[in-house]
């Protein structure tokens, strides 16, 4: 079985230190944007993997405490995870 990384996935470029966003939903759309602009993720496919996050959203919070969430979800047509890390000061 192949050790996944989190530096396998996440590069300089999906790295947001400066979210602008006061809420969960335009903060995950940021990290949405970020994974578009890398090139990870079509402009077709913004919308759809932030409505399979939401929705995981909604079965249980991703929320781990101080402030640090880890929202994903699985979306089928994606063979390997896609990344983005988002700090709000």
């Known amino acids: 079985m192949h050790e996944m990384r989190l530096r396998d996935y996440l590069t300089q470029d999906l790295v947001r230190t400066d979210l602008q966003s006061t ?42 405490g101080k402030g640090v969430a880890l929202p994903h979800a699985r979306v089928g047509k994606f063979d390997i995870p896609l990344v983005a890390l988002g700090l709000s000061r």
């Open 23 to 64: 809420c969960r939903d335009d903060a995950i759309s940021e990290l949405m944007e970020a994974l578009k602009a890398a090139g990870k993720l079509r402009k077709a496919d913004v919308q759809p993997v932030f409505d399979a996050v939401i929705r995981r959203e909604s079965l249980g919070s991703t929320a781990i």
